[in-house]
């Protein structure tokens, strides 16, 4: 059994690491507010502050979001200081969750008004607009086209013997599969799959009355380009979405689920291999961390990643959490062109 444990790096040529997430963050509330600008005729707006309402709640928030390192980061504090059911943290999980529907919409074309007098941003779009229109990191299209196997129900789903493990909360893994399987929801992709997302994922869920159940909202109905779109993800932000729609974004630090934990635990456990891509080990998960690779002992583990710097600091952490005299075999892998698949999944 061979087992992913993946990080942000795994979705890196579609969706921003650390490097660049600002300047494509400062391109999302361009899009957003550029509907409102117009409807509202405000023909300026100065730096990153914009001035659509002196006490604009969702202004603020995705400016102090702007101030921290990560997302994570500023919600993790958001999370300490506030609390799990505070409007504050409801806000910044909504804000993070439209910000990746954002990310994955399908890009046609990239026209947007520019509401900031930011140069940076500017060029920043320039330069970068054919990766910010990749929904989809390639790598996984290479990676299901290589392991989707047909179940009894005629279905195209992973192996049984190989597990997902992701912190990512985009939808890079799911909506990859989803596109070997027409009509599939993403939900029951996941489902139908050992895929376990300690974060949750940033999507939302339809709250619908009529069949008193909730169902999934599959974006991919909605025009990118569309003030259908704009308007929406600006009126979720705003919180007048609450009552309709379900934020499945869920941080492992609110200890929600534990049965995600568990599964994943489970799965370590069980597995020969361990293939660990792009994950960084921030300090905030490492309470969760411990409990996983606590199950890790006399495995063989790939760690892929683009350099032996960020290989090096990934053993390193790996051998502070791992059991003491664990008989580990680590292994590095620094081509990161395609996702590394044992020889032991290949038929």
Same mark, same amino acid.
């Given at each position: 059994?061979?087992?992913?444990?993946?990080?942000?790096?795994?979705?890196?040529?579609?969706?921003?690491?650390?490097?660049?997430?600002?300047?494509?963050?400062?391109?999302?509330?361009?899009?957003?507010?550029?509907?409102?600008?117009?409807?509202?005729?405000?023909?300026?707006?100065?730096?990153?502050?914009? $001035? *659509? &309402? #002196?006490?604009?709640? =969702?202004?603020?928030?995705?400016?102090?979001l702007l101030n921290h390192f990560t997302p994570d980061t500023f919600a993790r504090k958001v999370f300490l200081e506030k609390g799990i059911d505070s409007i504050e943290y409801k806000s910044i999980k909504r804000i993070i969750s439209t910000y990746f529907l954002w990310e994955q919409f399908k890009k046609d074309s990239f026209n947007i008004p520019f509401i900031f007098d930011d140069s940076d941003v500017i060029n920043y779009k320039m330069t970068l607009e054919k990766r910010i229109k990749e929904i989809l990191d390639y790598r996984y299209d290479v990676f299901c086209a290589t392991l989707l196997q047909k179940n009894p129900s005629n279905d195209l789903i992973l192996p049984k013997d190989v597990n997902i493990i992701s912190w990512n909360y985009d939808w890079q893994i799911e909506k990859s599969i989803q596109q070997y399987s027409t009509g599939k929801m993403l939900s029951e992709?996941?489902?139908?799959?050992?895929?376990? $997302? *300690? &974060? #949750?994922?940033?999507? =939302?869920?339809?709250?619908?009355?009529?069949?008193e159940s909730i169902k999934e909202f599959e974006f991919d109905e909605y025009n990118y380009n569309s003030d259908e779109t704009k308007t929406l993800l600006l009126d979720i932000n705003k919180g007048n979405k609450d009552k309709e729609l379900t934020n499945l974004l869920s941080f492992a630090w609110e200890n929600k689920d534990d049965s995600?934990?568990?599964?994943?635990?489970?799965?370590?456990?069980?597995?020969n291999c361990i293939v660990i891509i792009g994950y960084s080990f921030p300090y905030f998960n490492r309470v969760v961390d411990r409990r996983l690779f606590k199950a890790i002992d006399n495995k063989k583990i790939v760690l892929q990643y683009p350099s032996e710097e960020e290989y090096l600091q990934a053993r390193s952490n790996i051998e502070e959490l791992?059991?003491?005299?664990?008989?580990?075999?680590?292994?590095?892998?620094?081509?990161?062109?395609?996702?590394?698949?044992?020889?032991?999944?290949?038929?």
């Open positions: 059994m061979v087992t992913y444990l993946l990080g942000a790096g795994a979705s890196a040529n579609a969706l921003p690491v650390v490097k660049g997430f600002k300047e494509r963050f400062r391109l999302f509330i361009n899009d957003t507010f550029s509907l409102q600008i117009v409807n509202e005729q405000i023909s300026t707006i100065a730096g990153i502050e914009p $001035k *659509l &309402n #002196g006490n604009d709640f =969702f202004v603020n928030q995705t400016n102090s992709v996941l489902k139908q799959n050992n895929i376990y $997302k *300690l &974060n #949750g994922t940033a999507n =939302f869920k339809l709250n619908n009355r009529k069949q995600i934990i568990t599964n994943s635990i489970n799965a370590l456990k069980q597995s791992i059991p003491p005299n664990s008989q580990c075999k680590i292994i590095p892998k620094l081509s990161v062109e395609q996702f590394y698949i044992p020889e032991e999944l290949i038929v």
